[in-house]
């Protein structure tokens, strides 16, 4: 019997065994650290700190707001419907008395840069120390590439990553003043889902533009934190109105979860930690397997918006 073969195979198990608990331990490691988020309520001038939070008319945008308030902060409203925006302002304000709240009414897929200088105009007497870039187009339903217009597909990849992008690059003067930190919501679709082929490469520029500005921080800018959130389905947003489940949390426990996660000390992790263990098992999934799971998966998540609409049609 060859015992250096045998002493070999033992010797990668224990190997591989040691990886694996390591990775396990890497990814939920975040899970076990405080909020770091009350550092961003002090600032050098002793004003009161703000929260600027996009998308903020309803869902996840709507319920940070409601916990940044809640957690301290004042809070800048975004939207683009005016209407919709005061009346959420005026439910914060009932909810939150003591603090303040303004609103920025701006369509992110018809934006200037003129558009950007006026929203850093209208809050340049604040200490905004919290940037929550939440903006973003939700996706109800799935179609192929040549499905959707070229107008669609422009209006999605502004939405959900030229905005962003020139947001923070518009108020990273403001930010590097004092100790902020920027969120950036993206989404599990950034792995390459078919049938959304702009919205998941969208977000998967903002995964990697993320990770690019955490590292410029640490050559320049060491009081900025960055993240990026990859969640997976949520229910009370827009287009998902369904009870919420084990996977699919309310955008209000993901909103908790989410200023929870401050301060971990990763750059990129899913708040909500069943969404994290979606994560885990997307990035280690072989790539053959991921092509025939993902096909698979949009392909009856399709088939299920097809027969919605048609239910409801026939209502």
Not at 117 to 144: E, K, P, W
Not at 286 to 298: F, K, L, W, Y
């Amino acid at each position: 019997m060859d015992f250096s073969l045998i002493n070999t195979f033992a010797g990668l198990g224990i190997l591989t065994s040691i990886v694996t608990v390591w990775i396990i331990i890497d990814a939920f490691f975040p899970f076990l650290r405080p909020s770091k988020l009350d550092r961003y309520l002090e600032t050098p001038d002793g004003k009161p700190a703000w929260a600027l939070v996009t998308g903020a008319s309803d869902g996840i945008g709507k319920a940070l707001s409601h916990e940044l308030a809640s957690r301290g902060f004042n809070v800048v409203l975004h939207g683009r419907n005016p209407a919709k925006l005061q009346l959420v302002q005026q439910e914060m304000q009932a909810t939150h008395p003591d603090r303040n709240f303004r609103t920025i009414v701006a369509d992110a897929t018809r934006f200037t840069h003129e558009t950007l200088q006026d929203i850093t105009s209208q809050i340049a007497d604040l200490n905004i120390t919290v940037l929550i870039s939440n903006a973003g187009v939700g996706i109800s339903d799935f179609r192929l590439l040549e499905q959707v217009s070229a107008q669609e597909t422009d209006d999605l990849i502004r939405l959900n990553a030229t905005f962003p992008t020139l947001l923070i690059h518009a108020l990273l003067p403001t930010l590097t003043r004092r100790p902020s930190v920027v969120i950036i919501i993206g989404s599990l679709a950034d792995y390459g889902f078919p049938l959304i082929s702009t919205y998941g490469p969208a977000k998967a520029y903002l995964r990697v533009f993320a990770k690019a500005l955490a590292r410029e921080a640490r050559i320049a800018h060491p009081d900025l934190e960055v993240m990026y959130y990859p969640v997976g389905s949520v229910t009370g947003v827009s287009h998902t109105w369904t009870e919420a489940s084990f996977m699919r949390p309310d955008s209000s426990r993901l909103a908790r979860d989410a200023l929870a996660r401050v301060g971990c000390g990763r750059t990129v992790v899913s708040p909500y930690w069943p969404h994290q263990l979606s994560e885990l098992f997307l990035t280690w999934l072989p790539g053959s397997i991921m092509d025939v799971v993902t096909v698979d998966q949009m392909v009856k998540l399709q088939a299920e918006g097809l027969n919605r609409g048609v239910e409801k049609k026939n209502r």
